[in-house]
């Protein structure tokens, strides 16, 4: 089983399927952003930035497959992710449903150096105070699905890391 899990994780389909996931869930956003005016707030901007992180750990994990310590490096990065968007997505939930207060801003919350908002406002702006996510299929909301997402991907990370780290098993 480790031998396969390994195998999976210095596969280039592997890294691809993050980038892939990551990049459907901005496709996704955007949509429920332009075409049904779902519009975001900023807990669902900092979702946006870590999925951004998925991507920006995706590429460089199929480029580098082969090496050992860089994967180490990136599925903990994958791990972190998980993490981090898990946080944000049970913020959002808690939020929805009215079992977190707290004031949400206006403002993205991003560093001067790191002022998507600013460098690209069609996708990281936040336009919206928080309340409430779209509902997706079968009475799922967004912030629902997140969530499960995010769980997911912090196994997954957490995993492939171990896995990654203890390195396929020797005969």
């Known amino acids: 089983m480790r ?45 946006r930035v870590w999925l951004l992180g998925l991507i920006a750990a995706g590429v460089p ?5 082969r090496r050992r310590p860089l994967l180490v490096l990136l599925q903990s990065f994958v791990t972190l992710v998980g993490a981090g968007l898990l946080e944000r997505s049970l913020k959002l939930l808690g939020t929805e449903r009215g079992t977190l207060e707290g004031s949400c801003v206006m403002e993205s919350g991003l560093p001067p150096w790191f002022a998507l908002d600013k460098w690209f406002p069609s996708m990281f702006q936040v336009m919206e105070p928080c309340g409430y996510t779209p509902e997706l299929l079968f ?33």
Do not use: K, N
């Open 139 to 171: 009475g799922v909301t967004m912030a629902e699905a997140l969530v499960v997402f995010s769980v997911l991907l912090l196994v997954l990370g957490l995993g492939m890391t171990l896995v990654t780290l203890l390195g396929p098993r020797r005969p």
């Open 61 to 65: 994990g199929y480029l580098a497959r």
């Open 3 to 47: 031998d396969r899990l390994y195998r999976l994780a210095t596969s280039p389909f592997y890294w691809l399927g993050l980038v892939v996931v990551a990049l459907a869930m901005e496709a996704t956003a955007l949509f429920y952003q332009y075409r049904l005016d779902y519009y975001p707030c900023v807990l669902c901007i900092h979702v």
